[in-house]
C-alpha cells in the first residue's frame, strides 16, 4: 500500500485527496518502483485544472519521478531490484509507489541523484530537445526565453550558452530577473515593468532574434513574433498565461516567420530517442555546464500547495516532492 494524490475532478489545488492505492503487481515488460522525489511541472498544473482533457474520471497527476526498482516483471531483462532510475510520463506520478513500463525508464548514473533526476529530467528533456530540434541552435545566434527564472527556463539559460548563443531572457520582477542572469542569460528584461519587445529590439540594435522560446503563449506570443527576425522561428512550448486562441498562419508572413508548437513525448518517442536524449542531459549535468542550484523540496502531500505557488509566479527554479 501507498499514498497518492488523487484529483476527484477538474478544479484547483484542493482538489486532489491524499488517499491510501494498493501498490500494484508489475505484469510482462513492466516494473514496480518505490517513488524517491517527484518533479513538478506545469503541465501538472495543466492536468488538474482541466485545461488537457483526462483519460479516465480520476486523475493523478504528475509527469516525472525518481525511484528505486521493488519487483520486476516478466521479460525484464535489463533492470533489477535496487536499480536507481528515473522517468517521464504525462501524468500518474503523484504518489509513492507505481507500475511502470520498463522501456520508459532510464537509469541514472552514478553520481546524480534521485531528486536532482526529479528536477531535472523532465524539465532537462525539454531543454535539450528545444535547442537542438525544434529549432536548432548555432553559435552565434542571438535566442529570446520567457520565464527565464522557471523550472525549464534555468536550464535553457546555460544550455544556450554553452552552444555558443547570446541568450536574452525575460523575468517577472527583480528578484527572478537577477537569479535569470546568473544562469547563463546575457540579458534579462522584466517583463512585469518593462516593454519587452521594445527592450529586445533595443539589445539587438534593430536585428532581432534567430528563435524565440515562448512558453507563457496567451500574454507574449504577438509580442514574440515582433521580436524576431526576417525567417526567424517562434517556438511555442507552453501556454502558463494561457492557449493562443487567435493566431492566423498570415501573422507568420511579417518576415516569412517558421512557428512550431512541439510537446517533449514526440521527441522521446522511442526507446534509442530517449536515451541519447537524456545521456546529453546527464553529460551537460555532470560537465556543470547546468547549475541545478534552484530545487526546492517539499513533502508529496503538499504538492497542492506547490500548484498554487506555481500558479501565482511565485516559484523560482524547479521544485521536487520527496516522497
Ligand atoms: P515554470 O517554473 O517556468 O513556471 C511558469 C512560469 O511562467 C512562472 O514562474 C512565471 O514566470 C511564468 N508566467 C507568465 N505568466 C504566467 C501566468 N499568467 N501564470 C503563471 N505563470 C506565468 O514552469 P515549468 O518549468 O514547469 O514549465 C515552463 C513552461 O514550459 C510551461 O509553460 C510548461 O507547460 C512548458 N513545458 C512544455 C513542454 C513541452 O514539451 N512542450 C515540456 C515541459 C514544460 P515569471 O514570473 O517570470 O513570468
Not at 33 to 44: E, K, P, Q, S, W
Not at 107 to 126: Q, S, V
Not at 141 to 159: Q, S
Not at 257 to 277: G, Q
Request: with cysteine; glycine share 12%; hydrophobic share 45%.
Amino acid at each position: 500500500m501507498g499514498k497518492a494524490l488523487v484529483a476527484r475532478a477538474p478544479g484547483g489545488p484542493e482538489v486532489m485527496d491524499w488517499v491510501d492505492l494498493p501498490d500494484g503487481r508489475p505484469g510482462r515488460g513492466e516494473v514496480l518502483l518505490r517513488h524517491t522525489a517527484i518533479g513538478v511541472n506545469f503541465i501538472d498544473i495543466y492536468y488538474r485544472s482541466g485545461l488537457y482533457p483526462w483519460p479516465e474520471a480520476t486523475m493523478i497527476p504528475g509527469a516525472e519521478a525518481a525511484g528505486v526498482v521493488e519487483a520486476v516483471g516478466e521479460g525484464v531483462t535489463d533492470l533489477r531490484v535496487g536499480d536507481r532510475v528515473a522517468y517521464v510520463l504525462p501524468f500518474g506520478a503523484y504518489r509513492e509507489t507505481r507500475v511502470v513500463p520498463a522501456d520508459r525508464l532510464v537509469p541514472l548514473p552514478a553520481g546524480i541523484e534521485p531528486a536532482t533526476a526529479a528536477g531535472a529530467l523532465l524539465k532537462g528533456l525539454t531543454a535539450q530537445y528545444l535547442v537542438t530540434a525544434s529549432y536548432r541552435v548555432q553559435a552565434g545566434d542571438t535566442v529570446l526565453v520567457h520565464a527565464a527564472a522557471g523550472g525549464v527556463g534555468l536550464l535553457l539559460g546555460p544550455w544556450l550558452a554553452a552552444l555558443g548563443a547570446t541568450a536574452i531572457g525575460t523575468a517577472g520582477g527583480p528578484e527572478k530577473v537577477a537569479l535569470a542572469r546568473r544562469h547563463g542569460y546575457a540579458e534579462v528584461i522584466d517583463y512585469r515593468a518593462d516593454d519587452f519587445v521594445a527592450e529586445v529590439v533595443r539589445l539587438t540594435a534593430g536585428a532581432g532574434c534567430n528563435a524565440v522560446y515562448d512558453s507563457v503563449g496567451a500574454d507574449t506570443w504577438r509580442g514574440s513574433l515582433k521580436c524576431l527576425r526576417r525567417r526567424g522561428v517562434f517556438v511555442n512550448f507552453g501556454q502558463s498565461s494561457g492557449m493562443i486562441r487567435d493566431f492566423a498562419l498570415s501573422d507568420l508572413a511579417a518576415g516569412s516567420l517558421t512557428a512550431i508548437r512541439p510537446v517533449l513525448f514526440d521527441y522521446i518517442v522511442t526507446r534509442a530517442e530517449l536515451l541519447t536524449r537524456s545521456a546529453d542531459l546527464f553529460a551537460r549535468i555532470t560537465d556543470g555546464t547546468l547549475q541545478l542550484d534552484v530545487v526546492n523540496t517539499r513533502p508529496l502531500r503538499d504538492a497542492g500547495a506547490v500548484h498554487a505557488d506555481m500558479e501565482a509566479r511565485r516559484t523560482m527554479g524547479s521544485t521536487v516532492l520527496l516522497a
